[in-house]
């Protein structure tokens, strides 16, 4: 945390910044010791948000591991463009928050194997990743998938006096339905 004395807020506290220097929500602290149950105040996370995260961690660590064109993978420099990119990278950049802050000795590994590696994969595959059109140096806008507004109180109905369907709701296993037709 870098304080700036002539960046005080009017409480009087300095504002905390990340690493990049941007400014960061200072986190609340307790009006007593005994408001907070006696544990030692929680601690701040690494970067201000997403984009720093990526600018300053996770871009340079991936480094070196894109082939872009569409092929294998790709990176779009304004990846912030992409909602899905940027809903995925803003969930890894709170898990990797989390795992850094966990006692657990496997946190990381689990934030890197649970959650990066796969959310990676589905983010710069570059045949149908949200960033496929897109290169290192070109950003591509990508349509919405069209649709069509659900009619008026569609998913307000009231269903509980329908009874579960007898097979848990997983319909017909077509696999069975196939060997049956075979043997006909």
């Known amino acids: 945390m870098i304080d700036d004395p002539d960046d005080d807020d009017d409480t009087g506290s300095t504002i905390p910044r990340g690493k990049a220097g941007r400014r960061r929500a200072a986190a609340p602290k307790p009006k007593s010791p005994s408001a907070s149950g006696g ?11 997403v984009g720093e995260f990526v600018e300053h961690w996770l871009a340079p660590v991936l480094a070196g591991k894109l082939l872009g064109g569409g092929r294998g993978r790709t990176w779009c420099r304004q990846w912030w463009r992409h909602r899905e990119v940027s809903i995925r990278l803003h969930a890894l950049w709170r898990g990797w928050e989390g795992a850094r802050r966990s006692e657990e000795p496997l946190a990381m590994s689990s934030w890197w194997v649970q959650h990066t590696d796969p959310h990676l994969r589905a983010l710069c595959d570059g045949e ?7 290169t290192p140096e070109a950003h591509v806008d990508i349509p919405a998938y069209p649709t069509i507004p659900a ?3 569609w998913f307000d109905a009231d269903h509980s006096d ?8 997983r319909g017909p296993d077509f696999r069975r339905a196939r060997r049956d037709g075979d043997a006909a």
Do not use: T
Request: net charge negative.
């Open 151 to 153: 009619p008026s109180g």
């Open 162 to 169: 329908e009874r579960p369907p007898s097979d848990g709701g």
């Open 39 to 49: 544990a030692k105040d929680p601690e701040p996370d690494v970067f201000a948000d």
């Open 128 to 134: 149908a990743g949200p960033m496929w059109r897109c």
